[in-house]
């Protein structure tokens, strides 16, 4: 079991830049993946970034390529979603996703355990 809990999400204007944290706490050892998605009505629940959780790769949507890291604090247990050249179309319900299992690291039903997400909204 692993508690997953997103802050950070704001009003910004386009071109700011903007961190999320996910704070994770239970049950690490084990897990698989930490990602990031954002929802929208007209696009649902969307990819944006995982890394895997002992050292891997780390992934981007095409999106956010550039514009988004994962930094990751080691002894706190945080991952952050460090957003850059925000844009309108940024807009969205963030959510972080924890898995112990997976394959492709993009599919959200593969996560089982979510934060409660924190909205970001950037205006023009």
């Known amino acids: 079991q692993v508690q997953l809990v997103e802050s950070g999400g704001r009003l910004v204007q386009a071109g700011d830049s903007l961190r999320l944290s996910c704070g994770i706490s239970g049950r690490t050892f084990g897990l698989n993946a930490v990602a990031w998605f954002r929802q929208t009505p007209g696009k649902g629940n969307e990819f944006v970034a995982a890394l895997t959780w002992n050292g891997g790769p780390q992934y981007y949507a095409d999106s956010v390529k550039g514009r988004f890291t994962i930094p990751r604090d080691n002894v706190k247990n945080i991952v952050y979603l460090q957003m850059y050249s925000l844009r309108p179309e940024d807009t969205a319900l963030y959510y972080c996703?924890?898995?112990?299992?997976?394959?492709?690291?993009?599919?959200?039903?593969?996560?089982?355990?979510w934060g409660q997400g924190t909205q970001v909204t950037v205006s023009s």
């Open positions: 996703a924890a898995r112990y299992d997976g394959s492709d690291i993009k599919i959200p039903t593969t996560y089982a355990y």
